[in-house]
């Protein structure tokens, strides 16, 4: 009996795309001191008949590797270029084999933020299009739990992960698998695989109601000392004790939910329990006879009274003052209800910081892709010096994924940005939209890695075909990063504002460094 199955990455399964032009690098677990094989064999997809003198077809590689004492293992692919062509991994360790299938070469990009990247295919309206046959079958997609907890799993654990439990990659036949996937990221992936002729795979990581404080690792906080000084300013800086208080917190005002829905069904019914509004009060930290709550309990003697004061009824008696014993007393304990300092030290989930990290972010490990598209949450206008929490964003990402240096442009990373929707303009400070986006497009322009952003400023009435105009928008932007020349890198960059009553508003833009071309 084999009692140590081979453990691979989560992302490499089969249907996967794994990333062309990078060495793709495999870290696993087997049978401890034990040898591990990897093959590779790459098929033609049309099914042709091959020579066996062709190299380029067959068993392509042929590994072997032995676990370390806990039964670690690694591989490292050397660089395929990207084809239809199917490949298959083989691993071997003791009498446990693993066989992945219908593997493809192409690019793989990573969907991650909020708004309207997280807007799933069954919730939009795709524009009317006739969607060519041989690029369905170039796309790829893998999704984990969109909210980043799995079946199970009630709370945001503390650790990193390092699996995902049920995800795996799908292709557009699983319709409906597909019908969860982000519009944003399906548009994405059909036009720029329609424009490179090759596989595209989308890792959706997309959460509405996230924020990048979510998706920050514990480390980069520490990395970018100038955020971390931000995050504890605000308040928002979680280290393990600190979690732990607030988890606490978060068990009270579920019981004190679960009591009030308790309460209505007891109303909904005609069985109504009076009792129950004090208990409702009490766990919200209120008093139920509206009187304030006594910090010790005194000790009584003999049989318990009754007495009223000034309108209140107070369930305290004791016989007489001289057969008070403090020594008796007992120390102040959390009685489970919500104080004003719990209130006070709540955080809202979006708000919570590296959870998205921990749960959606930290399985990918060594993932190597070509890109990301980030958008932010309109919470994300409270933080100040943004440009602080993009640079945690990008340590973040830079340790997770790979290639983690890359200087050829071609082959390094990009990240694409879209910029806040003018939906989200705050009319007592009209103007934090736009400084908003001039300060994300001011940041793009400073980094070292290939960059765009992509703007919303025209988009100003709900439709729900926004999602897929901002997927294929962001895979303009993509193509003119690192294929076209000819294409433009950026959308038009936000330039002013004008308020209109409080109902309208409008956008005055300038255009930079876009070519026209013929």
Not at 28 to 37: H, I, L, Y
Not at 249 to 269: F, G, M, P, Q, R
Not at 440 to 461: E, N, Q, W
Request: charged content about 30%.
């Amino acid at each position: 009996m084999q009692i140590n199955p081979i453990i691979l990455p989560s992302w490499l399964s089969s249907k996967c795309v794994f990333q062309q032009g990078v060495e793709l690098k495999i870290e696993g677990v087997a049978a401890p001191s034990a040898t591990v094989t990897l093959e590779i064999v790459k098929d033609p997809t049309d099914g042709r008949k091959v020579s066996k003198l062709d190299t380029d077809y067959g068993v392509i590689l042929s590994r072997e590797t032995t676990t370390s004492s806990k039964g670690k293992f690694s591989f490292t692919i050397p660089p395929y270029k990207a084809s239809s062509d199917s490949y298959t991994f083989s691993f071997k360790c003791l009498t446990d084999q693993t066989t992945l299938t219908d593997l493809r070469c192409g690019d793989v990009w990573v969907f991650l933020g909020s708004d309207f990247l997280s807007i799933p295919m069954k919730e939009a309206n795709a524009t009317k299009a006739p969607l060519k046959r041989k690029v369905m079958n170039y796309l790829r997609f893998f999704m984990p739990s969109r909210s980043g907890l799995e079946k199970g799993e009630e709370i945001y654990p503390y650790e990193d992960k390092t699996h995902y439990k049920n995800a795996e990659w799908i292709k557009v036949t699983d319709t409906a698998k597909l019908a969860e996937v982000s519009s944003s990221a399906f548009a994405f992936a059909y036009r720029l695989s329609d424009q490179i002729s090759y596989p595209v795979g989308i890792v959706d990581l997309s959460y509405n109601d996230s924020t990048i404080l979510n998706w920050i690792a514990p480390f980069a906080m520490d990395r970018v000392e100038a955020l971390r000084d931000v995050v504890e300013q605000m308040g928002l800086y979680l280290d393990e004790e600190g979690y732990k208080k607030l988890l606490a917190i978060d068990e009270k005002k579920k019981k004190a939910v679960e009591l009030k829905e308790e309460y209505k069904e007891t109303i909904e019914s005609g069985d109504i329990d009076i009792s129950m509004q004090d208990e409702i009060k009490r766990l919200e930290g209120q008093d139920p006879d509206d009187i304030k709550p006594l910090d010790i309990d005194f000790p009584t003697s003999g049989d318990s009274s009754l007495n009223e004061t000034k309108g209140h009824k107070e369930n305290i008696s004791f016989s007489s003052a001289s057969q008070l014993d403090f020594g008796m007393v007992p120390e102040k304990k959390d009685d489970g209800r919500l104080t004003k300092e719990d209130e006070k030290k709540f955080i809202k989930q979006k708000f919570r910081m590296s959870i998205l990290y921990r749960t959606k972010l930290a399985p990918l490990k060594n993932l190597a892709v070509r890109g990301f598209c980030f958008s932010p949450d309109k919470g994300e206008l409270l933080f100040e010096r943004y440009d602080l929490f993009l640079m945690g964003l990008l340590t973040t990402l830079a340790e997770v994924f790979e290639p983690k240096e890359v200087f050829d442009e071609t082959i390094m990373p990009s990240i694409l940005f879209v910029t806040m929707h003018p939906n989200d303009v705050d009319f007592d400070n009209p103007y934090s939209v736009l400084e908003f986006n001039e300060n994300f497009t001011a940041f793009t322009k400073m980094l070292s890695m290939p960059s765009g952003i992509v703007s919303m400023h025209d988009m100003l009435l709900p439709d729900k075909t926004i999602s897929f105009i901002l997927g294929m928008r962001l895979a303009t932007i993509a193509l003119g990063t690192h294929f076209s020349p000819k294409m433009s890198k950026s959308s038009p960059e936000p330039n002013d504002i004008e308020i209109a009553g409080n109902k309208s508003f409008f956008i005055i833009f300038k255009v930079k460094n876009l070519k026209i071309v013929n």
